[in-house]
T-cell receptor
Framework: KNEVEQSPQNLTAQEGEFITINCSYS?????LHWLQQHPGGGIVSLFM???GKKKHGRLIATINIQEKHSSLHITASHPRDSAVYIC?????????????FGAGTILRVKS | ETGVTQSPTHLIKTRGQQVTLRCSSQ?????VSWYQQALGQGPQFIFQ???????GRGNFPPRFSGLQFPNYSSELNVNALELDDSALYLC???????????FGPGTRLTVT
C-alpha cells in the first residue's frame, strides 16, 4: 500500500463545475502539499498545509490531521485548470524534509 | 518562476552509459532534493543534500550519486544506465528550516 493515496486518478469536468480531489496518507507528517503539474513537467506548489484550511483564488485546500485526509477543491472550474494535481506529504530528515508523492489526479476541464 | 533551473532540458543516452544532470538552486537554499518521475507516476525521492553532504536517500541503487557545491548548484550522476532509468528528473531546493520546496522544470532522460 502506498503511503499517499489520491482519488480519483482521472477526472473530467465541465467548465464551471465544482471539483474535489482527495488525498489520504498513512504516516506521520510535518506538512501536506498540493502541487500542480502541467504537460512538460514543471511542478508548481499550490498549498502547504499543516492544519485547517487555506484558500487562494478559486482553490481551497483542507486537511484533517486526525483522519489523515486532505481535499483540494476547485470552484468554478475553467479549462486552464486542466493539469495533473499531486498530493505530497513532508517527512522529516535530519536537516530538512523529503516529499512522498501520490500518483496524481489528471484533471481535464471541458468548455 | 521558482528561481530553480535545470540542464539539459532533454537528453538521450544509450544503455550502459553515464549521465550528469545539473541543477541551480536559489541563493541561500542550503538543501537540494532530487526526484525521479516515471511516466504516469508521481515523483520518487532519490536523495537530498544539505550543505554538500548527503542527508537522506530513497530506495535507489548506489549508481545514483550526487554532488552539491557551495555556489548552490548540484549534480545528479547516474552510472550504467538502464532502460528503466528513462524518466523526468526533478530537483527541488529549500532552506534548511522551511518545508517549502521549489522545483526546477526537470530534465527528461530517455535511455535507449
Amino acid at each position: 500500500k502506498n503511503e499517499v493515496e489520491q482519488s480519483p486518478q482521472n477526472l473530467t469536468a465541465q467548465e464551471g463545475e465544482f471539483i474535489t480531489i482527495n488525498c489520504s496518507y498513512s504516516v506521520g507528517i510535518s506538512a501536506l502539499h498540493w502541487l500542480q503539474q502541467h504537460p512538460g513537467g514543471g511542478i508548481v506548489s499550490l498549498f502547504m498545509l499543516s492544519s485547517g484550511k487555506k484558500k487562494h483564488g478559486r482553490l481551497i485546500a483542507t486537511i484533517n490531521i486526525q483522519e489523515k485526509h486532505s481535499s483540494l477543491h476547485i470552484t468554478a472550474s475553467h479549462p486552464r485548470d486542466s493539469a495533473v494535481y499531486i498530493c505530497a506529504v513532508s517527512l522529516r530528515l535530519e536537516y530538512g524534509n523529503k516529499l512522498v508523492f501520490g500518483a496524481g489526479t489528471i484533471l481535464r476541464v471541458k468548455s | 518562476e521558482t528561481g530553480v533551473t535545470q540542464s539539459p532540458t532533454h537528453l538521450i543516452k544509450t544503455r550502459g552509459q553515464q549521465v550528469t544532470l545539473r541543477c541551480s538552486s536559489q541563493s541561500g537554499h542550503n538543501t537540494v532534493s532530487w526526484y525521479q518521475q516515471a511516466l504516469g507516476q508521481g515523483p520518487q525521492f532519490i536523495f537530498q543534500y544539505y550543505r554538500e553532504e548527503e542527508n537522506g536517500r530513497g530506495n535507489f541503487p548506489p549508481r545514483f550519486s550526487g554532488l552539491q557545491f557551495p555556489n548552490y548548484s548540484s549534480e545528479l550522476n547516474v552510472n550504467a544506465l538502464e532502460l528503466d532509468d528513462s524518466a523526468l528528473y526533478l530537483c527541488a531546493s529549500s532552506t534548511d528550516r522551511l518545508d517549502e520546496q521549489y522545483f526546477g522544470p526537470g530534465t527528461r532522460l530517455t535511455v535507449t
